[in-house]
């Protein structure tokens, strides 16, 4: 009963390509994330959808296109791949439509994206 | 604007000794902070969290932190290390008003438990 998960778990790809990673959560929750975590392991998000709205975007290249079809799922596109991109993605999840109330993130097991 | 700093990438102790993980913020408002762990190959796990109440919290696995809003400071401790406490862990505050929308994560503390 996986709470948030991520396929795929690995991803090898060459430069220039197109790829995407899917991101599922099976909480109920209406918000959901995506983060990035370079080779030095810092974490910092990406993308924000509330209700399948787009609520974060930090300034993000625009190579990167999430997608989420529906509450349960947000799913990232990255076109044109370059080495730079190279990391660790990882999706999360939150119960949280009021900007003032808090809960709590949960995270899914990341996708390790190599690009060559 | 909010930033969290986690001071020293890492930190070894040896088995059955205190765990001491810095963390400061710099935010006008104390924000919302958290403790996630990470272990190797794995996501992020919460560990524990301070909103409001109590300023001395516990979270999973024998940890706790104290919220100090005159050090800007959020410290984890651990009475007596673990070897399954080697991971990384990572500090993060969610600025107020934004609720859940935004976490802002320190740049991460890898323990490492000597037997």
């Known amino acids: 009963d996986t709470a948030v998960s991520q396929t795929p778990k690995y991803l090898v790809t060459q430069m220039g390509n197109d790829k995407s990673i899917k991101c599922e959560q099976n909480?109920?929750?209406?918000?959901m994330y995506w983060y990035k975590q370079d080779s030095k392991k810092f974490l910092k998000i990406m993308f924000s959808?509330?209700?399948?709205?787009?609520?974060i975007n930090e300034t993000v290249p625009n190579r990167f296109s999430p997608k989420s079809p529906d509450k349960a799922h947000l799913n990232l596109h990255i076109n044109s791949l370059e080495l730079g991109d190279s990391a660790v993605y990882f999706c999360?999840?939150?119960?949280?439509?009021?900007?003032?109330?808090?809960?709590?993130?949960?995270f899914g097991p990341g996708t390790r994206l190599t690009v060559l | 604007a909010q930033s969290v700093t986690q001071l020293g990438s890492h930190v070894s102790v040896s088995e059955g000794a205190l765990v001491l993980l810095r963390c400061n913020y710099s935010?006008?408002?104390?924000?919302?902070l958290f403790w996630y762990v990470q272990y190797p190959n794995q996501g992020l796990q919460l560990l524990l969290k301070?909103?409001?109440?109590?300023?001395l919290v516990k979270g999973i696995n024998g940890f706790e932190a104290e919220f100090k809003k005159s050090e800007t400071s959020f410290h984890l401790t651990k009475p007596s290390a673990h070897m399954s406490d080697a991971a990384e862990y990572f500090c993060?505050?969610?600025?107020?008003?934004?609720?859940?929308?935004?976490?802002?994560f320190g740049t991460g503390t890898r323990l490492k438990v000597l037997a």
């Open positions: 999360a999840s939150s119960q949280g439509t009021s900007g003032n109330l808090y809960n709590e993130q949960f």
């Open positions: 909480l109920g929750h209406d918000t």
């Open positions: 959808y509330n209700n399948k709205e787009l609520i």
């Open positions: 935010s006008s408002v104390p924000p919302y």
């Open positions: 301070y909103t409001t109440g109590a300023t």
């Open positions: 993060a505050v969610s600025p107020p008003g934004w609720g859940t929308y935004k976490y802002i």
